[in-house]
């Protein structure tokens, strides 16, 4: 039987931030030659943590500037409270909002289009495997109306965030619930599909 190696990182959430996860979105961007695909592109990104803001610029797909603090206005920006922050790590579910998918040029082109051009706010509402809730909000180019919320289960997330599954076919078949505005949730399915 083969054993399943672990090793445990003690990061406090400044270092997480500011530190660790440049560093890992550095080499990402280094390795996938993501400089090519998003020449002249610029996106913002504040994450706050419990109302402490970190900020992320990224421009021509490899050059990336973070630290504590906010920006004036952020292409997105992501809200999460240090519980549901600590849930997610403590179920293994952080990566799907710290992460980056290895999206295709052109996928990735479309969902960089969508996130400059959507403007409003997304909740949403995932149901962990121990059946607690975890909430995060992204507000889209500094805009708080439209919104809508999305609900369901982390194992759907999942399917949802890495493109395999779409949006539409999850809300039809009732795995995806939505509450708000139908029509600003439809503007968001390209950065899903």
Do not use: W
Not at 1 to 22: A, Q
Not at 53 to 76: I, R, W
Request: proline residues 4%; hydrophobic residues 40%.
């Amino acid at each position: 039987m083969t054993e399943s190696m672990c090793i445990t990182l003690r990061l406090d959430v400044k270092e997480l931030m500011t530190e660790f996860l440049p560093k890992v979105a550095r080499e990402f961007m280094r390795h996938a030659g993501t400089g090519a695909q998003f020449q002249g592109a610029a996106l913002s990104l504040v994450v706050e943590i419990s109302g402490k803001p970190y900020f992320y610029v990224f421009k021509d797909g490899e050059e990336l500037s973070a630290g504590e603090g906010d920006l004036d206005s952020p292409t997105a920006r992501v809200c999460i409270d240090l519980k549901d922050m600590e849930r997610l790590i403590r179920m293994k579910n952080i990566d799907l909002f710290v992460g980056l998918p290895a999206d295709s040029a052109a996928r990735a082109g479309k969902k960089q289009s969508a996130v400059k051009e959507v403007k409003g706010l997304l909740g949403l509402e995932l149901t962990n495997d121990d059946d607690s809730v975890s909430k995060v909000s992204v507000i889209l180019n500094n805009a708080r109306e439209p919104n809508a919320v999305f609900k369901l289960t982390m194992k759907d997330a999942r399917k949802l965030m890495s493109g395999k599954q779409n949006p539409v076919s999850m809300f039809m078949s009732g795995q995806l619930r939505i509450d708000g505005d139908i029509g600003f949730a439809m503007a968001l399915q390209p950065l899903f599909t």
